[in-house]
């Protein structure tokens, strides 16, 4: 059974940062992109980053570009999203996202995503 948990959120001041982990299980991901999305209280679910297969080709949304990064270590079938300079904004449940086997491109709709994991919190305070 394909797991993807996700670790590393929880309570940071505004202006701190944050690393999150999704890491996989029950199949390998390295030949699927992956994708951290957001929900915060009261709003849809949002797509934050997504990577390739290999790392190569990455997306951001325009909210977190230059400040957040994704990225993935396909050895320990771990996925990865350094969030620097965070805001009131930022603060939701993220989630990590993985596609089915072969599709290595990264996109930024939840449709294309099969695989979610259980969400983490990530909370800013002031």
């Known amino acids: 059974q394909v797991q993807l948990v996700e670790s590393g959120g929880g309570l940071v001041q505004t202006g701190g940062s944050l690393r999150l982990s999704c890491a996989a299980s029950g199949r390998t991901f390295s030949n699927a992109a992956m994708g951290w999305f957001r929900q915060a209280p009261g709003k849809e679910r949002e797509f934050v980053a997504a990577?390739?297969?290999?790392?190569?080709?990455?997306y951001y949304a325009d909210l977190v570009k230059g400040r957040f990064t994704i990225s993935r270590d396909n050895a320990k079938n771990t996925m990865y999203l350094q969030m620097n300079s965070l805001n009131a904004e930022d603060a939701a449940v993220y989630y990590c996202?993985?596609?089915?086997?072969?599709?290595?491109?990264?996109?930024?709709?939840?449709?294309?995503?099969?695989?979610w994991g259980q969400g983490t919190r990530v909370t800013v305070s002031s």
């Open positions: 996202a993985g596609r089915l086997y072969g599709r290595v491109s990264p996109r930024t709709e939840r449709s294309e995503y099969d695989y």
């Open positions: 990577i390739s297969w290999s790392g190569g080709t990455t």
